[in-house]
């Protein structure tokens, strides 16, 4: 079966060898070499023994004097055996070249050919040669070799790293051969190196890699495991040939069992735990580091739990769970620093006369990334951070667009995103007013955009405080209207003054004669209900036309403007 066909303790032999800088010669060149040797050699003996003599041009060629050459060119071959075959190449020419010294020392003591003399020097000389090569080969081999196991092995130890591990792995997914990858990562090791110092911590780590190694390396093991240390308190481990879950799960209780034991580091008793998280290739990931990201996954909701000692399998809502956390980390660290950002995006009247500009929050991550609204709304929605997030786009853009309509005269529009959760909270009208007075932006031109759908969950208190941000003077916008099922009598009692249709309906609004009824029946009830509307998301020309046609108010989309960075949008108010 496969167990057998894999050597247990050839892993980290094999990791060794992939990771060689050497590139490995065709066994053929060893031989061609080896035929040159002889075919030079032999017509080296020829030349050496002939007492031919060309005439060229009128002077004498002897032709013995060719010897030298092809006694060289056999030669380079003797030093690239030993260069590019070592130990193997240096053998056959010490042989090579010994053997000859009967034939050559006969040649002189018997057949008076003192031309042999030279031959023997010359195979002295290339003997010499040889061994030094030899020596300096076996140096860099030597050294080479070490730098390897450097590279893949894990200093305190000695087992493989991190590196050896991805190498692995990336060797078995070439060959589709499917393991699980198993993320592990002890509990509270850490209050080991702060109580008992790093000498201690570093030998209940080598503790922990002895009893490890020692099951990953039995011979009567039921998987095959290839156990690694990428650093600090965690391992990996990559496991092959089981045949179910159940498998899988066993082969991880052996090592938490082995890990859980009493350990004893200089009459001190230690007793551990590790959180084990693990994912499959090729089922749950079919890269090595998407596969590491995903185990990881599972480990560290692992380790969050109360009982931080179990061995869970990564799944996607994991994963969803995981990603909304590093969401939720990339707000409060943007809140914290006061780095949410906007932009604004122009709205035009259908003349393409500016009407003002929608406010867009916008965030990048540590590293500068940017991450997309859509990805961090709804969660800072989620984690009750939303109102932060509209604040701080609100004041930033009021006092922006506050500072340029008093310098400009302009009669311009900002127009912002209030979440409804927000809306709702008792200090929202203190904070619209303290912004307002801060930024000196007129409240009739700003407007706060409040998403239809929300909206009919809490009318009546929503109702209220939209009473009061009308009374101060400020306009009201109906986000992505027609996505929702606001009821006409509702949208009669709703106090107005414009009505966004979705991009959904614009997107879809020139496929079909009824779909573009349906807009024109959106701008007509907003119409009667005496409200401006704005059309989203608009980027042809022929939805341009149709907007036209049937008398939208005012346009906003990628034809006539993105969102822009606020000193490229403040261009555009004269
Ligand atoms: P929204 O309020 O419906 O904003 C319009 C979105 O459509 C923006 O996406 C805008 O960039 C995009 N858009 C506008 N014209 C076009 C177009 O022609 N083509 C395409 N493909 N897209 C267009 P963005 O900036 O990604 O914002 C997404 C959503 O995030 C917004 O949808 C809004 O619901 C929310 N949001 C953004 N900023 C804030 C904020 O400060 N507070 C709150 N509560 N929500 C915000
Ligand atoms: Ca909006
Ligand atoms: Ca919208």
Wanted: glycine share 6%; hydrophobic share 45%.
């Amino acid at each position: 079966m496969m167990k057998r066909k894999l050597s247990k303790t050839n892993h980290f032999a094999d990791t060794l060898n992939r990771v060689s800088v050497n590139k490995e010669v065709p066994k053929s060149a060893f031989f061609i070499l080896l035929l040159l040797f002889l075919i030079a050699n032999h017509i080296t003996r020829g030349l050496s023994r002939s007492p031919g003599v060309w005439i060229i041009n009128g002077r004498e060629f002897y032709l013995s004097s060719l010897a030298g050459v092809t006694a060289s060119l056999g030669n380079i071959c003797i030093l690239l055996l030993v260069i590019l075959f070592g130990k193997a190449g240096f053998i056959a020419t010490l042989i090579l070249l010994i053997v000859q010294f009967p034939s050559l020392l006969v040649s002189i003591l018997l057949g008076r050919n003192y031309a042999a003399v030279q031959g023997i020097f010359t195979n002295l000389l290339t003997i010499t040669a040889s061994v030094i090569i030899f020596l300096n080969h076996l140096r860099v081999v030597n050294y080479q070799k070490k730098m390897r196991e450097q590279a893949i092995t894990d200093q305190l130890t000695g087992i493989p790293n991190r590196f050896a591990c991805f190498e692995l792995m990336n060797d078995l997914i070439a060959k589709k051969e499917k393991f699980v990858l198993v993320s592990t990562d002890l509990n509270n090791f850490k209050s080991i190196n702060d109580t008992m110092g790093h000498a201690v911590g570093n030998k209940v780590l080598i503790e922990i890699c002895e009893r490890w190694k020692a099951i990953a390396s039995r011979e009567d093991a039921e998987t095959l495991d290839f156990l690694s240390r990428p650093g600090g308190d965690e391992f990996l481990l990559v496991i092959r040939a089981y045949q179910n879950e159940m498998d899988i799960q066993n082969a991880i209780r052996r090592y938490q069992n082995a890990l859980e034991q009493k350990i004893t580091i200089d009459d001190c008793d230690y007793f551990l735990n590790a959180s084990f998280g693990y994912a499959e290739y090729p089922a749950d990931a079919e890269t090595a580091i998407v596969l590491v990201s995903y185990a990881d996954t599972a480990m560290h909701e692992v380790k969050d739990s109360v009982k931080s000692d179990r061995i869970l399998r990564f799944t996607q809502d994991l994963a969803k769970i995981e990603k909304n956390l590093a969401t939720e980390r990339k707000i409060r660290n943007a809140l914290e620093q006061d780095s949410i950002f906007f932009y604004l995006q122009p709205q035009y009247d259908i003349d393409h006369k500016l009407r003002g500009f929608e406010a867009l929050a916008r965030m990048k991550d540590s590293e500068g990334n940017m991450v997309s609204p859509g990805e961090f709304i709804p969660v800072a929605e989620k984690i009750g951070l939303i109102d932060q997030v509209d604040l701080s786009v609100f004041r930033k853009s009021a006092m922006l667009l506050g500072k340029r309509i008093r310098e400009s005269s302009a009669d311009i529009t900002l127009s912002i995103n209030i979440s409804v959760r927000h809306l709702m909270k008792n200090n929202f009208m203190d904070e619209i007013r303290e912004i307002l007075e801060k930024s000196s932006l007129p409240p009739k031109n700003l407007e706060i955009e409040i998403t239809e759908s929300i909206m009919i969950d809490s009318i009546d208190k929503a109702l209220e405080v939209i009473g009061e941000i009308k009374k101060l003077g400020i306009k009201i916008a109906i986000d992505d209207f027609g996505t929702g099922y606001s009821s006409l009598s509702y949208l009669n009692k709703f106090p107005a003054d414009l009505l966004k249709v979705d991009k959904s309906f614009i997107d879809e609004m020139n496929s079909s004669e009824s779909s573009r009824q349906y807009v024109a029946t959106i701008i007509s009830i907003g119409h009667i209900m005496n409200l401006d509307v704005i059309s989203e998301g608009v980027e042809k020309p022929d939805q341009l036309e149709t907007l036209k046609e049937i008398g939208c108010d005012f346009i906003q989309g990628y034809i006539w403007g993105k969102p822009l960075p606020p000193e490229e949008a403040e261009k555009l108010v004269y």
